[in-house]
């Protein structure tokens, strides 16, 4: 099976702007996970989606938004791009039914000048 | 609130040695798994090995193999016959048994240095 993809691997974007990143989780594959991962604060949870749905939910802004596909693709926007936003993006899938593990893409590495 | 704390940033090996990476966690819950993640310098975020709490057996993956401690809360890692390839950053990484929550907590992340 082809493994989790994110697009796109590589995203420059100015303050003000808003973002969109995808992701495509390994076949079969109905939850799809977001982390942030920063120098400063290490790897942290920003939201699950499962069956098109917002299971689960991390402590960031209302900024920071994403929605899941019928076919389990998920997206994930950022508003408002601030500095702090900088950041490695990586999407995890699993089949989302309790104890499983999560496989993750390659991330996108996001640069807010 | 759960936490993951791995006390060693950085730590290096002999090349073909033994290591050991820390992990301990705090948590209220009976039914949990634990998970070792090793991130290289490709990002790519890679399971290593993975526990269940409600078995008593120690996970053992080739050359990785975790001491799980349940009671004291500790999840170690066991490099053995490190090769170059090791080389990476290791996160400890706990998440709750229930359906529907798939939230993983992690540590702060060890860096492995393997020395030829």
């Known amino acids: 099976k082809a493994g989790v993809t994110q697009t796109p691997r590589y995203l420059i974007k100015t303050r003000g702007q808003q973002v969109t990143l995808s992701c495509s989780p390994i076949?079969?594959?109905?939850?799809v996970s977001w982390y942030q991962q920063t120098p400063g604060q290490g790897l942290q949870f920003l939201f699950e989606?499962?069956?098109?749905?917002?299971?689960n939910k991390g402590n960031f802004p209302g900024r920071f938004s994403g929605r899941q596909f019928s076919n389990s693709r998920s997206e994930m926007n950022v508003s408002t791009l601030e500095l702090g936003d900088s950041a490695l993006y990586l999407c995890a899938s699993s089949p989302g039914q309790g104890g499983d593990t999560q496989y993750f893409g390659p991330g996108t590495r996001l640069t807010v000048l | 609130a759960q936490t993951v704390t791995q006390s060693q940033p950085e730590m290096s090996v002999q090349e073909a040695e033994t290591v050991t990476l820390s992990c301990t966690y705090d948590t209220s819950e009976s039914d949990y798994y634990l998970f070792w993640y090793k991130q290289p310098p490709s990002r790519q975020m890679i399971l290593v090995i993975r526990?269940?709490?409600?078995?008593?057996q120690n996970a053992t993956e080739n050359r990785f193999s975790v001491n799980f401690q349940k009671a004291a809360k500790s999840f170690s890692l066991k490099i053995s016959d490190s090769q170059l390839g090791d080389a990476a950053m290791y996160f400890c990484a706990y998440r709750r048994g229930n359906f529907g929550n798939e939230k993983l907590t992690f540590g702060t992340g060890t860096r492995l240095t393997i020395i030829p």
């Open positions: 076949s079969g594959h109905r939850s």
């Open positions: 526990q269940e709490a409600y078995k008593q």
């Open positions: 989606y499962f069956s098109e749905t917002q299971r």
